[in-house]
């Protein structure tokens, strides 16, 4: 994969790639990354990169030359790549999008600056705009880093073998399970007893328990998006069934009894 950033700040971008999983995907011959300042395709002394708009108001708009010389420029060193505008009327970026992405020859991020991008480089220029969410950047480079991030560690080898990005719990509509480590006690708080049995099948429901209950308290919108499996069903049927009984318990003289017993969570 051949990602060229083009942008006005450049120099953000090799302290974000020469780290971590992207350097190690970097030096492995996996992926190239190059930014090219969008200013060496401006004419003139000054080298102007932005203009007032035209109808009036505030805020100036990236003028179309500089841009559509940096995306021919960056087209010719890689014919293959996809051009996105990462603009904030783009398409919403998600994991499947990250997936989608991650077929693609080469990508050449384009980061606009200023209140926006004359709109004949994007007609022309662009196969696709991607926002990063429902909120105001002051530029494109940091949503670029981020797409830069989310596809170099979904290519075949960029996490190398034992983490399985397909095992990623986005990718399967679920949040992670809680996770532990050393101490077995921390200021007062135990690691969940099951974590330390060696019983790898106990283990393994109680993963699945957490993973499916946290997903219910804090994105309950993610279990709508695809079917219970029958695991799931039978966790939420044990719940229900618990909180059922811990209501008709309250219509009793005293306090009930948990049927199976107090099992902290
Ligand atoms: C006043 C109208 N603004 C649009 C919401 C103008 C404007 C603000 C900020 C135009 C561009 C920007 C800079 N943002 C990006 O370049 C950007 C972005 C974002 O702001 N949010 C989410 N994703 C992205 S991708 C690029």
Known sequence: MHFTVLTLFPELFPPFWEHGII?????????????????????????VTDDRPYGG???????????????????RRCPGARTIL???????FDQALAAALTACDGLILVCGRYEGVDERVCVDLVDEEISIGDYVLTGGEVAAMIVVDAVTRLLPGALGGADSAAEDSFAGQRLEHAQYTRPPVFEGQPVPEVLLSGDHAAIRRWRQES???????????????????????????????????LIAAQDLPGPGAPPGGQQGR
């Open 23 to 47: 350097r190690r995907a970097i030096d492995g011959g996996l992926v190239t990354a190059t930014a090219d300042n969008i200013r060496d395709h401006a004419a003139g002394r000054h080298r």
């Open 57 to 75: 108001g505030c805020g100036m708009v990236m003028k179309p030359e500089p841009l559509a010389g940096a995306i021919r420029a960056a087209r």
């Open 86 to 92: 990462m603009s904030p009327q783009g398409r919403p």
């Open 211 to 245: 993973a499916l209950i946290r997903t219910f308290l804090k994105r309950r919108d993610l279990l709508w998006e695809r079917p219970l499996d029958a695991g799931e069903v039978a966790v939420l049927k044990r719940w229900c069934a618990e909180i059922e009984a």
